[in-house]
């Protein structure tokens, strides 16, 4: 059986929203969702389960998809033109990955 994630996004401000999943926070983001998955990766979640995600005290949810699908993406805004849904890729400034 297929574990379910259910997970809920607040605004906290100036654009970053608040992931939280039984009232403990995930993480604080403008893209609470796509790294609130790879928070949950990165902590031992399996790939494979299911999160559904609600936003805005919304009882249905607004979509949902595997933590590993999520992890995956990141939302891409250029200067000019339209938003759009990218595979993520580490940055290794922040990441945390050395050249070696």
Partial sequence: MTS????TSYHKGRGV???CHNGREICAS?????DGA????ANGTDPETLIQC????NHSPSFQSTVGKLA??????????????KRYVANPIFSGASND
Avoid: C, M, N, W
Wanted: aromatic letters at 14%.
């Fill in 54 to 57: 609600f936003a805005g005290g």
């Fill in 4 to 7: 379910v994630f259910r997970v």
């Fill in 38 to 41: 790879r928070k949950l990766l």
């Fill in 17 to 19: 929203y608040s992931l």
């Fill in 30 to 34: 403008r893209q609470p969702f796509f």
């Fill in 72 to 85: 995956a993406l990141t939302v891409h805004e250029p200067d000019k033109g339209r938003i759009a849904i």
